[in-house]
T-cell receptor, first 118, second 115 residues
Framework: GAGVSQTPSNKVTEKGKYVELRCDPI?????LYWYRQSLGQGPEFLIY????????DSGLPNDRFFAVRPEGSVSTLKIQRTERGDSAVYLC????????????????FGPGTRLTVL | AQKVTQAQTEISVVEKEDVTLDCVYE???????LFWYKQPPSGELVFLIR??????QNEISGRYSWNFQKSTSSFNFTITASQVVDSAVYFC????????????FGQGTTLQVKP
C-alpha cells in the first residue's frame, strides 16, 4: 500500500517568509509525527498527533512553529517568519495503535521535505 | 534523561566483511522500546527492527542480527557478509513507555561498504 507522502519535496524560501509543509499519513494510521533533521544529525522530535489533537508538542522550538491535523488525517506544519536556522529536512511519520492503546506502534517515515531558507 | 549514543560516526568496510554498529542508551523508565532505522542516500528512513525492554532475546533476520543487553544498556546491530547496498546511515532510537510518541535518535553511523 501507499506509504507516508510529503509535499513539497523541496522548498526554497527567503528569510522572513511563511511556509507550509504537508504530510499525508498511511491510510488508517491514527498517530502522526513531525521531526526535523539537520545535516549530519539524527532526527529531532517536534510534535505528534493522536487523531486531531496534539498529544505532545514539546519539541516545537518556538512559537513560529505550528502544526495542525484538522480531520485526523493530513497534517500541515506551518513556519512563520522563517530564519536561516530553520533550514533542514522535515520528516513526517505515522503509526497505528497497538492492541494496548497506550502503546503506539512503529513509526513509518515519509521521504521528507528539504527546506532551505535563504 | 533520555539519550542515545552512537559513538561510531563513520565505518568503512570491504564487501563481505562483517560489521557491528554500536548503540548505547540512557533512560530512567523500566519499560521502553528500541529501534534501528536505515537511511539510504535517497533520504527516507526505513524501519529495521523494534525491541521491547522486557524482551532481551536476540534477533536474527537474514544477514542482520541485533544484540540487546540491558546490563550494559546496549542494542548493537551486526551485518554479516556486508554488501554495497548496505551503505547508508543507520540510526538507533529509543522511546519510553510514558511517552511512546517521541522517538529519541542517536547521531547516526555512516556505513560505507566498498566493492
Amino acid at each position: 500500500g501507499a506509504g507516508v507522502s510529503q509535499t513539497p519535496s523541496n522548498k526554497v524560501t527567503e528569510k522572513g517568509k511563511y511556509v507550509e509543509l504537508r504530510c499525508d499519513p498511511i491510510s488508517g494510521h491514527t498517530a502522526l509525527y513531525w521531526y526535523r533533521q539537520s545535516l549530519g544529525q539524527g532526527p529531532e522530535f517536534l510534535i505528534y498527533f493522536q487523531g486531531t489533537g496534539a498529544a505532545d508538542d514539546s519539541g516545537l522550538p518556538n512559537d513560529r512553529f505550528f502544526a495542525v491535523r484538522p480531520e485526523g488525517s493530513v497534517s500541515t506544519l506551518k513556519i512563520q517568519r522563517t530564519e536561516r536556522g530553520d533550514s533542514a529536512v522535515y520528516l513526517c511519520a505515522s503509526s497505528s495503535l497497538g492492541r494496548q492503546e497506550l502503546i503506539l506502534n512503529t513509526q513509518y517515515f515519509g521521504p521528507g521535505t528539504r527546506l532551505t531558507v535563504l | 534523561a533520555q539519550k542515545v549514543t552512537q559513538a561510531q560516526t563513520e565505518i568503512s568496510v570491504v564487501e563481505k566483511e562483517d560489521v557491528t554498529l554500536d548503540c548505547v542508551y540512557e533512560t530512567r523508565d523500566t519499560t521502553y522500546y528500541l529501534f534501528w532505522y536505515k537511511q539510504p542516500p535517497s533520504g527516507e528512513l526505513v524501519f529495521l527492527i523494534r525491541r521491547n525492554s522486557f524482551d532481551e532475546q536476540n534477533e536474527i533476520s537474514g544477514r542482520y542480527s541485533w544484540n540487546f543487553q540491558k546490563s550494559t544498556s546496549s542494542f548493537n546491530f551486526t551485518i554479516t557478509a556486508s554488501q554495497v547496498v548496505d551503505s547508508a546511515v543507520y540510526f538507533c532510537a529509543l522511546s519510553e513507555a510514558r511517552n511512546t510518541g517521541k522517538l529519541i535518535f542517536g547521531q547516526g553511523t555512516t556505513l560505507q561498504v566498498k566493492p
